[in-house]
């Protein structure tokens, strides 16, 4: 799983040192500036707690691509595209820390950098249903990393999950470079926000973690030039507790004719962690979630294309089903409007 260039090792350590001091000056700047989360009835923590430290990952992840680019000239082009995307996805959730805006000028800067990585995916694979694959995959991400940032460590350990596995299938080294210094930037991260947070990532950092995996998976199509169905499938059981999650809630919400863009407490994690009444036990088990649904990607990668079909409809079914039923016995002891 080491990045196949020498000295990668040191990088990566740079890399996670850059996160915890990004994150160190993050958490100073907003108690400074008084960019505070406080507690409320549309959130799941109980004190005051500083936001936007996960721009120390998003530095972090810059300076990837600028290593990226240098160790591999070739992709110059491709690194360059996704550091747009990365800064515009960062830049307009670092401006949402400070001053909230509406959810569709979010949405449309989110488009414009979706574009860049289905431009990369275009250029790699001359394919206009992959280009399309790799917008939709970058749009739902970033949102849904930006949903599931919720409670204590949850977002950053499953980017962690997800980008360590990224690295195990990826066939391309610098894909699996990128997998592996979005760990290294989550790792530096971790220490400040897994149990009992002092500071939150915020959207800057949330936006910021959805793209870089959707830029890691889109490298990986790209580079091998076309993907089949079934590789689609072994890339999307990593972050399948987060998809499982987020999409079943804003189906639900939406078929409740809730307003489905405003900021709530339904999702299945965030009544877990209300009824538990501390966040760990449920970061702990989407993390168990994360590493064998990795597991199975890596088991079932080289199957038949059936096999691959079948197992990740198990996997999704199998997920889907305790969540409706977990979310209905909830539904009138947590609402959660």
């Not at 005051?48 to 160790?71: D, E, H, N, Q, S």
Request: charged content about 10%; proline content about 4%.
């Amino acid at each position: 799983m080491m990045a196949q260039f020498p000295g990668a090792m040191a990088w990566l350590l740079l890399l996670f040192g850059m996160s915890v001091l990004g994150t160190v000056f993050a958490q100073r700047y907003a108690i400074w500036r008084d960019l505070m989360d406080h507690p409320g009835e549309r959130r799941s923590h109980v004190v005051a707690t500083p936001r936007g430290g996960g721009i120390g990952i998003a530095l972090a992840l810059l300076v990837a691509l600028w290593v990226g680019a240098w160790r591999y000239p070739a992709q110059v082009g491709v690194m360059l595209a996704i550091a747009a995307g990365l800064l515009l996805v960062a830049g307009i959730g670092w401006f949402d820390d400070h001053r909230p805006l509406t959810p569709w000028s979010r949405l449309a800067v989110h488009a414009l950098a979706s574009a860049l990585l289905a431009a990369v995916a275009y250029s790699g694979t001359g394919q206009w249903h992959t280009a399309l694959i790799a917008f939709a995959l970058a749009m739902v991400l970033v949102n849904i990393w930006n949903f599931m940032d919720g409670i204590d460590g949850i977002a950053t350990t499953q980017a962690v999950v997800v980008a360590c596995a990224c690295a195990a299938l990826a066939v391309d080294p610098l894909a699996r470079w990128m997998s592996l210094a979005l760990a290294a930037a989550c790792l530096g991260f971790l220490p400040f926000n897994l149990v009992n947070a002092r500071i939150f990532l915020g959207d800057v950092g949330s936006g910021a973690l959805g793209y870089a995996i959707a830029a890691v998976m889109v490298l990986m199509v790209a580079n091998a030039g076309s993907m089949s169905p079934s590789a689609w499938i072994v890339l999307l059981l990593p972050p399948s507790a987060f998809l499982l999650d987020a999409s079943l809630t804003l189906v639900s919400r939406i078929l409740r004719g809730e307003h489905w863009w405003t900021a709530h407490v339904g999702h299945a994690y965030q009544r877990w962690a209300r009824l538990a009444g501390r966040h760990w036990p449920v970061t702990l088990a989407y993390t168990i979630w994360a590493l064998a649904a990795s597991t199975l990607a890596l088991s079932i990668q080289h199957h038949s294309v059936k096999f691959v079909v079948m197992s990740g409809i198990a996997w999704f079914l199998g997920g889907g089903i305790p969540w409706l039923w977990f979310q209905s016995r909830c539904a009138h002891r947590l609402p959660g409007k």
